[in-house]
């Protein structure tokens, strides 16, 4: 049996463009994923599916699994030979109990890595637009528990932090504000002294509350401020208002789930976090090379009798040259081909390959496309390399024109199963916006969340025939005036602006 490990990896407290590189690297490694409530979305996004994960469901004052069961989770699938990842909200060491886990381990002679994650005592003010130190108001930081390990008095020595002045951050501190501010006034800091609370930093759900010391339990409690949130005291809170930025930007505040196949990375996810977006992918689909395929081979050998081929998605692309390279031929075999693509991502497959699209019409869709090559390729034969059940927008359009082509499946759309945390945050109300970039990633969200009706869903749509999709689930539909990610991602920010 192989030697198992155990790697505390810090998520940091909530944005996943916080998670480090090494801590993404373990994590695509794991066999087992160990996690806690206070993990971000979007990092849980990235568990692997082939991943045991198991949900320790951590919150302040709520443990349902007791600390000595995790640490024996951690043992135990480390000896069965598997590579565990500890996943703790923030970073693993500061009041994340990770010394605690480890003791178990180093008992046990099991090998550990710790990888250090962004803590919220630094990220969520300044996402709310506190730099915890600065020349003209503090030179040092102090971090402290807002709660302590058993019941009773509060230990803190408030004295002592009075005498730092320096920037104070309490973590884990929500249920203890009143006596954390009542002791830090009652130590000789200033009523009036700048101070705040910031609730679910570095999310979409971010709020904060900006007040003097003396009155911010009054008004945390006004805002009904909750767990988790993160507790500054000090003068550098007054540069708040001047310096915030995360809710500035245009996307931020919104949430978006983004649906797309498994094996595709997604450059709408990307473009829309860019805006300031919180987004988390949803693998609603996969695509899958039909194999064998003894009609694509045949038609291969045929080629010469064609003068166009025509792409209809990247997915389409890969597989039609994993069929060249399958009978030992190159690109070679295209010499006098004439390549036409539905639109921009699909014709730069073909160009990362060396080769020119000589056609891709100026609205990327079926009916569009089939338009278009009625134009150039009058009295010339087509062959469609597309899904086995692609939208029928291009070959009825072709027949309208009499134009003569094979429509010549290359893979299958396959619908997926969704991690049950996606799920939870879908029926929890977590995402503003579900963005679909075809149909079939409209129907596998439909069979993924077991429904027939989403009335109350409101769907971002590349294409109008996405969005016909998505209507016949009841959904609340808005389309994109070209189907292009730059579009969709215009789209949002227009529809932003009107819900402010």
Not at 59 to 77: C, D, F, K, T
Not at 396 to 422: A, C, G, Q, R
């Amino acid at each position: 049996m192989k030697q198992g490990k155990v790697i505390l990896v810090g998520a940091g407290p909530g944005d996943g463009g916080l998670l480090t590189l090494k801590g993404k690297a373990a994590l695509d490694a794991a066999d087992v994923v160990i996690y806690d409530a206070l993990v971000g979305q979007e990092v849980l996004g990235m568990m692997p599916e082939r991943a045991l994960k198991i949900n320790v469901g951590k919150r302040a004052g709520n443990h349902p699994v007791p600390q000595s069961r995790i640490n024996e989770l951690l043992l135990e699938y480390a000896q069965e030979g598997k590579l565990v990842v500890r996943l703790k909200g923030g970073d693993p060491f500061l009041f994340g109990r990770g010394g605690e886990e480890l003791e178990l381990l180093a008992e046990h002679g099991i090998p550990f890595e710790v990888v250090p994650g962004v803590t919220s005592a630094i990220a969520v003010p300044a996402y709310g637009g506190i730099p915890v130190t600065h020349r003209e108001f503090a030179s040092s930081l102090h971090i402290i528990t807002g709660h302590t390990k058993g019941e009773g008095e509060d230990p803190t020595d408030y004295q002592a932090l009075a005498r730092l002045k320096g920037t104070l951050i309490f973590l884990m501190g929500v249920s203890a504000l009143d006596s954390i501010t009542e002791g830090l006034i009652g130590a000789g800091i200033s009523p009036h002294t700048p101070a705040a609370i910031l609730e679910q930093g570095t999310t979409a759900s971010q709020r904060k509350v900006v007040a003097d010391l003396g009155s911010l339990p009054e008004q945390a409690k006004a805002a009904q401020i909750k767990a988790p949130a993160v507790i500054v005291v000090g003068q550098v809170c007054q540069l708040s208002p001047r310096f915030a930025w995360a809710e500035k930007r245009p996307l931020g505040g919104c949430r978006v789930l983004v649906t797309r196949p498994r094996d595709r990375a997604s450059q709408l996810a990307k473009a829309l976090r860019a805006q300031g977006a919180e987004v988390a992918l949803l693998p609603a689909i996969r695509t899958q090379e039909i194999q064998p395929n003894p009609l694509l081979r045949q038609t291969l050998e045929q080629l010469n009798q064609y003068q166009w081929l025509v792409f209809t998605s990247p997915a389409g692309v890969e597989a039609f040259f994993s069929q060249l390279r399958s009978l030992g031929w190159d690109i070679r075999r295209l010499a006098r081909m004439k390549l036409a693509a539905i639109g921009s991502a699909t014709a730069a497959r073909l160009e990362e390959r060396g080769l020119v699209v000589d056609l891709v019409p100026e609205s990327y869709n079926g009916a569009a496309l089939g338009e278009a090559l009625a134009q150039k390729a009058k009295g010339e034969r087509l062959l469609l390399l597309r899904a086995r059940e692609g939208s029928q927008d291009l070959p009825e359009k072709l027949k309208t024109h009499n134009l003569l082509y094979t429509d010549l499946p290359v893979y299958d759309t396959i619908e997926e199963s969704v991690d049950p945390l996606m799920l939870e945050g879908l029926r929890d109300n977590k995402f503003d916006w579900v963005a679909f970039t075809s149909a079939s990633t409209v129907r596998g969200f439909a069979k993924a969340m077991g429904q027939t009706a989403f009335p109350n869903l409101r769907a971002l749509c590349i294409g109008h025939s996405t969005a016909k999709e998505a209507e016949k689930y009841g959904m609340k539909t808005w389309t994109s005036p070209k189907a292009t990610i730059q579009s969709m991602v215009e789209t949002l920010i227009n529809l932003q602006k009107e819900d402010d």
